[in-house]
Nanobody, 115 residues
Framework: QVQLVESGGGLVQPGGSLRLSCAAS????????MGWYRQAPGKQRELVAT???????NYAGSVKGRFTISRDNAKNTVSLQMNSLKPEDTAVYYC?????????WGQGTQVSVSS
């Protein structure tokens, strides 16, 4: 059974950093694109970043240059390094994988950016 478990969220001041991690289990996802999405209160879930099996990355314009997505295929994990955080980055962050034409989501981890 596919399972994604996020960790690393929390409360941080503007300008601070956090690192989110997603541990995947149930199968190896080394051949599949993985990503991070976020959903702020009252807003739709939006793409933050994706990384292909070959390591090619894509970012939302609002986080480009501040966030870095990476993966460790040996450990079946994907991470999101978030720097220069802004209050508008406050949201629940979700790990995602499209595996065999079915989407899987983690339970989410809360990131709050506030002074």
């Amino acid at each position: 059974q596919v399972q994604l478990v996020e960790s690393g969220g929390g409360l941080v001041q503007p300008g601070g950093s956090l690192r989110l991690s997603c541990a995947a289990s149930g199968t190896s996802f080394s051949s599949y694109c993985m990503g991070w999405y976020r959903q702020a209160p009252g807003k739709q879930r939006e793409l933050v970043a994706t990384i292909t099996s070959g390591g090619n990355t894509n970012y939302a314009g609002s986080v480009k240059g501040r966030f870095t997505i990476s993966r460790d295929n040996a450990k079946n994990t994907v991470s999101l390094q978030m720097n220069s955080l802004k209050p508008e980055d406050t949201a629940v962050y979700y790990c995602y994988v499209n595996y065999l034409h079915k989407g899987y989501w983690g339970q989410g981890t809360q990131v709050s950016v506030s002074s």
